[in-house]
């Protein structure tokens, strides 16, 4: 048997799920070690941790270690059911928040990940303010045939993650058609990677906002095909990227973006000679410390693969 402590949290109600090095080491001079590590021990050590019974698809893990980068708080390697992420927004802002509820104090303190180095600034046990990764556009203007939507626009953008932003949804961005988001976008990733951008792993798209003030509301298909509860921090950074390359955002002007539920980030960047260099805002709260059982004959044990 074999007993893993995890503590759960959720960023603007997309939930991480955060383990520590002890109870999963990955041995490593630096974060790229610890990567190939990590890749090695996927599919029977990590992968469980997300999957039913005793999760669910849409739970990001993250992997928080001792760090390898000079004056880094920790290593951090995030995960979902498909496997590593180059980053993650809202998990960053769940791992500050987490670390709050275990004493961290508010300050200034830096992360290494797989995609670079980030600095967040713990704000209070709740609010965050994320620096993240050099942010830029990739593609600007790529159509594709998407199906019975016909043809559709967008950009294709980097913010630690790689995205297709479509700047008008042709399924209005609410609650109640998630299921038409899905079918939607899951088409058009399938077709932008034909048309040849193979590294696009999210799909973002935006409708008019409902919340007084924000800029808009948006509906994030995620790796392996869930939706981002969040309004997701990586792809805010990709649509700063964007805006600031169209010269239809200033430097250091605060927008808010809304997600498909209704929860919202703040984000700003400043200018960098390779793109923008985004801020993003918003609050986490942890929801269980709990230990997870694997007994050796539970035929569950790895999780139920789909």
């Keep these: 048997m074999r007993e893993i402590t995890c503590i759960d949290s ?19 001079a630096n974060i790229a070690t610890r990567l190939e590590e990590f890749n090695r021990q996927f599919e029977m050590q990590f992968l469980p941790l997300l999957l039913e019974p ?8 993250a992997w928080v270690g001792s760090p390898t980068a000079p004056d880094c708080l920790h290593d951090i390697i995030f995960f979902n059911p498909t496997g590593a992420l180059g980053m993650c927004g809202h998990g960053t802002i769940g791992i500050l928040a987490t670390l709050a509820f ?15 180095i980030v600095n967040a600034r713990l704000l209070d046990g709740h609010r965050v303010q994320l620096r993240n990764v050099v942010s830029y556009r990739m593609a600007k203007g790529v159509s594709v045939e998407v199906g019975e939507f016909g043809l559709v626009t967008g950009d294709v953008a980097w913010g630690g993650n790689t995205f297709f932003l479509v ?3 042709p399924i209005p961005v609410q609650i109640e058609n998630l299921n038409e988001l899905e079918d939607f976008t899951k088409a058009a990733m399938a077709a932008v990677r034909q048309a040849g951008y193979p590294d696009v792993n999210h799909v973002e798209v935006f409708g008019p906002a409902n919340m007084e003030g924000a800029y808009a509301k948006n509906y994030v298909l995620c790796p392996g095909g869930e939706y981002d509860r969040s309004p997701c921090g990586t792809g805010t950074s990709a649509k700063l990227a964007c805006l600031a390359a169209d010269d239809k955002l200033a430097p250091e002007i605060p927008i808010i973006i809304e997600s498909i539920i209704g929860t919202s980030y703040r984000g700003w960047y400043s200018k960098h000679p390779d ?12 929801t269980a410390k709990s230990t997870l059982i694997f007994e050796d004959d539970d035929p569950m044990r790895v999780g139920i693969r789909k």
Excluded: C, K
């Design 10 to 28: 959720h960023t603007e109600g997309e939930p991480t799920r955060m383990v520590w090095e002890d109870a999963l080491p990955l041995p490593g």
């Design 54 to 61: 005793r999760a669910f698809e849409a739970v990001v893990g």
């Design 102 to 116: 275990e004493g961290l104090p508010p300050g200034e303190h830096q992360l290494n990940s797989p995609v670079g």
């Design 167 to 169: 700047e008008n949804s």
């Design 275 to 286: 793109g923008v260099i985004p801020t993003i805002e918003g609050t986490a709260y942890v």
